[in-house]
């Protein structure tokens, strides 16, 4: 299948459990795989063939700078369901939410939730 990769992006958001995660906020990165079709892409070059991925980074950004969420796997949830729901020609989805520095006592590079989504059709 073919995919388009966002990796390693950035933001910064107020997710966590802990009082001063919701206040003083945190870095959170984010990976997401877009898995389409690309051949008629790849054919026409034509955007419309494609889904165009500044649009799915503000998509990103939007969940991981908007609303706090207690689990990072809430906002992953969030992410994979709006980038389906927005593009059509999306069929499936992976996506990875990284939190780099949460509050755990230890030594570690990071701790993060990976999920994988489909479309669901009903036809």
């Known amino acids: 299948m073919d995919k388009i990769i966002l990796r390693d992006m950035q933001f910064y958001g107020y997710h966590g459990l802990f009082t001063e995660e919701n206040k003083l906020g945190q870095r ?21 063939d494609s ?47 990284i939190k780099p520095n949460p509050p755990i006592h230890g030594h570690y590079e990071s701790v993060a939730v990976e999920i994988y989504r489909e479309r669901i059709s009903y036809e």
């Not at 959170?28 to 419309?48: I, P, R």
């Not at 908007?66 to 999306?90: N, W, Y």
């Open 51 to 97: 889904i165009h991925y500044g649009e799915a980074f503000e998509k990103v950004k939007e969940i991981v700078e908007g609303e706090p969420r207690h689990l990072i796997e809430a906002v992953a949830e969030d992410i994979a369901q709006e980038l389906l729901t927005s593009f059509s020609k999306l069929i499936a989805c992976k996506i990875k939410v």
């Open 28 to 48: 959170f990165n984010v990976d997401a795989e877009l898995y389409l079709s690309l051949k008629q892409a790849g054919t026409t070059d034509q955007m419309d």
